[in-house]
């Protein structure tokens, strides 16, 4: 079946390079995305990828997707406390045009 | 800016009462969500909509049924509201094919 798994918790210190690990089951995945979430918000599109590319680059954003291992990763260089946020990995299957399966979501907090 | 609209943040409500959850986005979109939020599960979709009158039961329909008469609304509806249906309810609108938008959540209470 489908699933996309994500750690729960990540802390990392003011300044450095956070990255939150995730891992799909759906080998036919067409685009996978990243959504932020802020405290009391909706989930805001943060960066996707279409599954044939290695990498994708935007700003302080870095996603790479390795295709044969299923492993989707969000590096956000110099870490800042306006990045604290719960990051939900998503994927959209081969299979469904409009269905789009979500990760439980990586919280991420700043040390100061 | 596509906006996705959810009439309210916060509800409460009592066990057995008929609550209604409304969501409008004014880009025209032909997809429309409802997600439940729950801490540790993610979201999980509860029904979508790819058309006017047009629904498809997601993981976890039971106890919740949707509406979509107009292309823009697309309401959640809890039959009999139980306690378990507590949680954090998320709308979402897309073109086929493309990114969710969000909206901002109905904090549901049943008590």
């Known amino acids: 079946g489908e699933d996309v798994e994500q750690s729960l918790f990540l802390s990392v210190r003011e300044g450095d390079s956070s990255v939150i690990n995730c891992t799909y089951t759906d080998s036919s995945s067409t685009y996978l995305y990243w959504y932020k979430q802020e405290p009391g918000a909706g989930l805001q599109l943060l960066t996707y990828?279409?599954?044939?590319?290695d990498m994708k680059q935007d700003q302080r954003l870095t996603v790479l997707l390795n295709k044969k291992d299923k492993h989707l990763s969000l590096r956000i260089a110099d870490t800042q406390t306006g990045d604290s946020a719960i990051y939900f990995c998503a994927e959209r299957p081969y299979s469904s045009a409009s269905k789009i399966i979500f990760g439980s979501g990586t919280r991420l907090s700043i040390r100061p | 800016d596509v906006k996705v609209t959810q009439s309210s943040r916060y509800l409460v409500k009592r066990t057995g009462e008929k609550v209604f959850l409304e969501c409008v986005q004014d880009?025209?979109?032909?997809?429309m969500f409802w997600y439940r939020q729950d801490p540790g599960l993610g979201l999980r979709l509860i029904y979508f909509s790819y058309d006017v009158k047009m629904k498809e039961k997601g993981d976890i329909p039971e106890g919740y049924s949707v509406s979509r008469e107009k292309k823009e609304r697309f309401s959640l509806i809890l039959e009999s509201a139980s306690t378990n249906q507590t949680s954090m309810y998320l709308c979402?609108?897309?073109?086929?094919?493309?990114?969710?938008?969000f909206g901002n959540g109905t904090r549901l209470t049943v008590t």
């Open positions: 880009m025209d979109h032909e997809n």
């Open positions: 979402a609108s897309s073109p086929p094919g493309s990114p969710l938008h």
């Open positions: 990828i279409f599954s044939n590319m």
